[in-house]
């Protein structure tokens, strides 16, 4: 079988060098056929805030996360594997000769580099996380006695560190060679980062700018950002159990195979060789993917939506 598959992947690639396909033309193809047609009750529905996230909203989100990231060439890359490794997939369950495993391989082998790009993504957000609450609660306390944003960024500059360094010398950049506009460029800043909490910081900044009695403001932004710290400090350890469990639980399952193969051989024959047998193989593969999913989305850190 390893051999069949190596052969299917040498002709997915033979057809992308017949066809010149590159990774940037591969992804291009595809976010065309996924855009949604711009009707008026699209419109309509997304201005109430009431559309729901399609596919497309959701790679063009990954797309943007990833050029934060500084690894937006990974993109394209990571759309093409997931193509490729989607085909891979449908060959797997094919060669197995289980049509049930067919949409779980295509599932799992196509979303597997989405999940890499989304842990590269999760480690710069925590790395984000641990800088942001030192470095505005410097650059506040300077401009708290300053009441100048300007001079309290250079000030603090030379102690900021990656990722935030780029996102303020950005702004210092931005207000000393291409606009004066003080507000403008705190507004253009806050869209570098997808932090709830310094979009609100940068916000009250903005209307200091106006009014500065409402400095005041700044310090209790600051404060949650130490809130939302200790509670993720809190909750590591229940959520890395519950991985942990949720894990041991999908080995017992897909550890029974092969463990029916030692035990009962007219047991494991039934389960890979008959029809209802594969249809309880693709139900448990379903219910895998499904819960992995789940395992997911509900064990990420806690963060503040802007």
Do not use: H
Not at 118 to 124: E, H, N, R, T
Request: proline share 4%; aromatic share 8%.
């Amino acid at each position: 079988m390893v051999f069949k598959i190596l052969a299917m992947l040498m002709a997915v690639i033979g057809i992308c060098l017949v066809f010149e396909l590159t990774p940037d033309s591969i992804t291009d193809g595809l976010l065309r056929v996924l855009k949604p047609k711009s009707t008026i009750a699209a419109r309509s529905a997304a201005l109430r805030g009431g559309s729901k996230p399609t596919m497309y909203s959701r790679l063009m989100r990954l797309k943007e996360a990833l050029k934060a990231t500084g690894k937006a060439k990974s993109f394209s890359v990571s759309v093409t594997a997931a193509v490729v490794l989607m085909f891979l997939g449908a060959a797997a369950a094919v060669m197995l000769n289980n049509i049930f495993l067919l949409p779980v391989f295509c599932i799992a082998c196509g979303a597997a580099p989405f999940m890499y790009l989304s842990s590269i993504i999760s480690a710069y957000e925590k790395q984000l996380a641990d800088e942001m609450e030192t470095t505005l609660s410097a650059v506040t306390n300077s401009y708290l006695r300053s009441e100048d944003i300007i001079s309290s960024v250079k000030e603090n500059l030379k102690y900021i560190k990656p990722p935030l360094y780029s996102v303020f010398e950005e702004f210092l950049t931005e207000t000393e060679a291409v606009s004066p506009d003080i507000q403008s460029a705190l507004i253009n800043m806050s869209d570098k980062t997808q932090d709830g909490i310094f979009k609100e910081w940068v916000l009250a900044l903005v209307r200091c700018q106006d009014d500065r009695t409402l400095k005041d403001t700044l310090l209790p932004i600051v404060a949650r950002l130490s809130d939302v710290r200790r509670i993720n400090t809190e909750l590591s350890g229940i959520l890395r159990d519950a991985k942990n469990e949720y894990l041991m639980m999908v080995l017992l399952v897909v550890g029974n195979i092969p463990l029916l193969y030692l035990l009962n051989r007219d047991w494991f024959n039934t389960l890979i060789y008959t029809t209802p047998g594969k249809a309880v193989t693709g139900i448990c593969g379903a219910v895998i993917l499904v819960t992995f999913i789940l395992m997911k989305k509900y064990t990420k850190p806690v963060k503040v939506r802007d």
